[in-house]
């Protein structure tokens, strides 16, 4: 198992000199990765393109660009370019929000995400095709446009790859499925090793319907990481994260997450944290989340306890351990990379 680092929403958590002290620490400690991410504040494309020309062997991840912020041409562009200038170090993750930022931020119908999925998917490979046009015809996607001046273009930088892989971040069933199906990695949050058989079942499932092996795909699992001897502390310093998604990311109706806290087995608590988070009252939403919710879905403690949380995410499935830090200063921050690298090598998972 590798260890990565998600730097999360660039500006919300991090300053930039903290966080590019982050990326260079974990490069120096032999982190695999470095992800960042974006919903309605700062884009992810900047942020690693200054990582990128900061840093050498660490490689680049999106965790994820948005798929209705941009175009999949515009997007090919984008990982080509930034493989280019990070001399083949990009990792691109995808996913199609949520209907609030979907619609309510891009102005894009929110409508059959799987099958807008799976056509943005096919023209992104299309386009990082080498020496390939594009054209192509789908329900969502046509390229080029019919009855008008178009014609199939081709894209006239390279990335560095033969094969940018391309993670998906996926929740529900038929998502992991498709997957399984056409992705070369899995963005996981909220992920526990209790449970990990079933979301890992319907990759598989996708995996054997497309023809796919079991093997080779990166199973990435993002949790968030606390250093510390007192095991409660830490989970109280995770409350606000994991409130702000079981309790924020959506709508009453519609929060994917509140759905991943129901199948892990905490259906009551995370209505609980909804209906507190949605009334503002984020103090009691975070404060309604169980513990073992906290637990299982995060790495807390010391680093004896991190190793062993680790080593259970690596008999379930995990290939890359992604740490999300959660407060502390920026030398503490420091610290708990080095923990964790420490934990790795401790829990036996390492590569």
């Not at 919903?39 to 494309?45: F, K, N, Q, R």
């Not at 090919?76 to 930034?82: G, K, R, V």
């Not at 081709?154 to 998906?168: A, G, Q």
Request: net charge neutral; with cysteine; hydrophobic share 45%.
């Amino acid at each position: 198992m590798r260890l990565a680092l998600n730097l999360g929403y660039w500006g919300a958590r991090n300053e930039a000199t903290a966080g590019l002290r982050l990326a260079r620490e974990a490069e120096r400690l032999g982190f695999s990765c470095v992800w960042a991410a974006e919903a309605y504040g700062s884009d992810a494309v900047s942020v690693l393109a200054w990582l990128a020309a900061q840093t050498e062997r660490i490689e680049i991840g999106a965790a994820v660009l948005q798929i209705p912020a941009r175009s999949p041409a515009m997007t090919a562009m984008t990982a080509a370019t930034l493989d280019a200038l990070s001399d083949g170090r990009f990792r691109l993750g995808l996913g199609v929000s949520g209907p609030q930022v979907s619609e309510g931020w891009h102005g894009v119908r929110f409508a059959d995400p799987l099958g807008r999925t799976r056509e943005y998917v096919d023209v992104v490979r299309l386009a990082l095709g080498r020496k390939q046009r594009v054209s192509y015809e789908g329900e969502h996607i046509r390229l080029p446009l019919p009855g008008g001046p178009g014609k199939p273009l081709m894209l006239s930088v390279h990335p560095v790859r033969e094969r940018v892989p391309i993670y998906l971040a996926s929740l529900g069933p038929r998502n992991l499925e498709l997957t399984g199906e056409i992705a070369d990695g899995w963005l996981g949050l909220f992920v526990s090793p209790r449970h990990l058989d079933e979301p890992l079942g319907h990759i598989r499932a996708g995996q054997a319907r497309s023809g796919r092996t079991a093997d080779g795909l990166d199973v990435v699992a993002t949790a968030p990481l606390v250093v510390g001897d007192d095991v409660a502390a830490c989970a109280d310093r995770v409350r606000p994260y994991a409130a702000l998604y079981v309790g924020g990311m959506g709508s009453r109706k519609r929060n994917f997450y509140r759905d991943v806290a129901v199948r892990l087995g905490y259906g009551e608590a995370a209505a609980a944290v909804q209906d507190r988070f949605l009334a503002r009252d984020y103090a009691g939403a975070g404060a309604a989340l169980p513990f073992e919710l906290l637990d299982e879905t995060s790495l807390l403690g010391d680093e004896a306890r991190i190793a062993d949380r680790m080593a259970a995410y690596a008999a379930a499935g995990v290939t890359t351990m992604s740490v999300s830090l959660q407060g502390g200063t920026p030398d503490e921050q420091l610290a708990s990379l080095a923990t964790a690298a420490a934990a790795l090598d401790l829990s036996g998972a390492a590569p």
